[in-house]
């Protein structure tokens, strides 16, 4: 099966930055957009930025301006750098590559901001 293999999480303090990435380990098709979503315990599933193969992107209110999504698309990889965190950032983190025949979802990779 293909997965999607995330890094980049870990503990960090409030204010500081962390980059997240997200790639297949195998090939997919037909790719249309990219994107990441978070869940915090408690809480639901919330969309954090998404981005199409041709550029456009969007962003959840909370983090726009804070975070930045980008992709390569040659080497099937998307990016979540993520600037001046908050504790109310703190969530595991989920990438998705949504293709013309299904979804591809990563396994999460857990972020934490607290002092």
């Known amino acids: 099966q293909v997965q999607l293999v995330e890094s980049g999480g870990g503990l960090v303090q409030p204010g500081g930055s962390l980059r997240l990435s997200c790639a297949p380990s195998?090939?997919?098709?037909?790719?249309?957009?990219m994107g990441w979503y978070r869940q915090a315990p408690g809480k639901q599933r919330e969309l954090v930025a998404t981005?199409?193969?041709?550029?456009?992107?969007n962003y959840a209110g909370s983090v726009k301006g804070r975070f930045t999504i980008s992709r390569d698309i040659a080497k099937n990889t998307v990016y979540l750098q993520m600037n001046s965190l908050k504790p109310e950032d703190t969530a595991v983190y989920y990438c998705?590559?949504?293709?013309?025949?299904?979804?591809?979802w990563g396994q999460g990779t857990q972020v934490t901001v607290s002092s």
């Open positions: 998705k590559f949504a293709s013309s025949r299904i979804d591809h």
């Open positions: 195998g090939s997919i098709f037909s790719i249309y957009l």
């Open positions: 981005i199409t193969v041709g550029g456009p992107t």
